[in-house]
Nanobody
Framework: QVQLVESGGGLVQPGGSLTLSCVASARILNMGWYRQAPGKQRELVATITRGGVTNYAGSVKGRFAISRDNVKNTVYLRMNDLKPEDTAVYYC?????????WGQGTQVTVSS
């Protein structure tokens, strides 16, 4: 069973920045970040293949950047110009088809 461990969440003011990290216990082909706000469904934020091909939700494009270090089995999410609507629990996802793995989630709160 692959384990994913997230870190880096917290409280930040609007316009601020945060970087999330997620370490996998084994090699993962496709990694990504999802988020779930209170009362809403979990939604995709960004994904990245092992080869570095990225995909972003429209709401974060231009503000967030996903990257990975394949040697460290780690994926990062750099979040800039954060808005109150970015407040959510952020989940790391790893996919080695047909298997899907999830982290425990890390809270990001954007508030003044």
């Amino acid at each position: 069973q692959v384990q994913l461990v997230e870190s880096g969440g917290g409280l930040v003011q609007p316009g601020g920045s945060l970087t999330l990290s997620c370490v996998a216990s084994a090699r993962i082909l496709n990694m990504g970040w999802y988020r779930q706000a209170p009362g809403k469904q979990r939604e995709l934020v960004a994904t990245i293949t092992r080869g570095g091909v990225t995909n972003y939700a429209g709401s974060v494009k231009g503000r967030f950047a996903i990257s990975r270090d394949n040697v460290k089995n780690t994926v990062y999410l750099r979040m800039n110009d954060l808005k109150p609507e970015d407040t959510a629990v952020y989940y790391c996802n790893g996919r080695n088809d047909p298997y899907d793995y999830w982290g425990q989630g890390t809270q990001v709160t954007v508030s003044s």
